[in-house]
């Protein structure tokens, strides 16, 4: 009877101990050294910027820009001097058009020639002919071909400056400044020819 009565205590004291055993177990477990995050794939460990990266396919071409079109070039061939004859400075000017890609392209030339109005009108037209003619005959004899050329006289019918003054006398440079003969190249623009459906299914196929 006695020995029963210090049992028991006994074992309850040794199964809280083992229940304090397991406890201390159990926390250190969970209280050991913290899981070291994960480097972030995105970006290197260094710290550095990524590469960047391009979002152009290799094995797309870039579009092919369409070629501007040449403008129409304008040139005036002045004759100061009243004369028949091309000056220095007129035939500087025709070396220019004729070093021009205007003319190269084979583009059309419209000599369109004017007078002052000295003169009687059936003269003027004839003096207007004339001057136009000299300029062809200029551009023909470096090689232009004579039906690239259209010559229009128009005699003294549009000047660019007053013939004469307020007072009604003559207005010398006014009258210099209609001698002239305007020079328009006209660049022809190319036709493009659409593809047909079988053409563009066999470039694409290639």
């Known amino acids: 009877m006695t020995i029963s009565k210090y049992l028991a205590p006994l074992a309850l004291a040794l199964g809280l101990a083992a229940c304090q055993a397991q406890n201390d177990e159990s926390e250190d477990s969970q209280s050991g050294p913290a899981a070291e995050e994960p480097t972030p794939t995105g970006q290197p460990e260094g710290g550095d910027d990524p590469a960047p990266v391009s979002i152009l396919r290799p094995d797309i071409a870039p579009p092919e820009l369409p070629e501007v079109p040449l403008e129409p070039l304008e040139v005036t ?31 059309t030339i419209v000599l369109r020639s004017h007078t002052d109005s ?24 470096r090689g232009i071909e004579p039906g690239r050329i ?51 299914s066999a470039e694409a196929e290639g």
């Open 150 to 200: 259209r010559v229009i006289a128009f005699g003294e019918q549009n000047p660019v400056a007053p013939n004469a003054l307020p007072d009604g006398s003559p207005n010398s440079k006014g009258r210099a400044l209609n001698r002239r003969v305007e020079i328009a190249v006209v660049p022809v623009p190319e036709e493009t020819v659409p593809e047909t459906p079988s053409e563009a």
């Open 118 to 141: 000295e003169g009687s009108d059936k003269g003027n037209m004839r003096a207007s002919e004339k001057r136009g003619g000299l300029v062809r005959d200029w551009l023909v004899e």
């Open 77 to 107: 061939i002045g004759f100061p001097e009243a004369s028949m004859e091309l000056d220095e400075q007129a035939v500087s000017k025709l070396e220019g058009v004729l070093e021009s890609e205007q003319l190269a392209s084979g583009a």
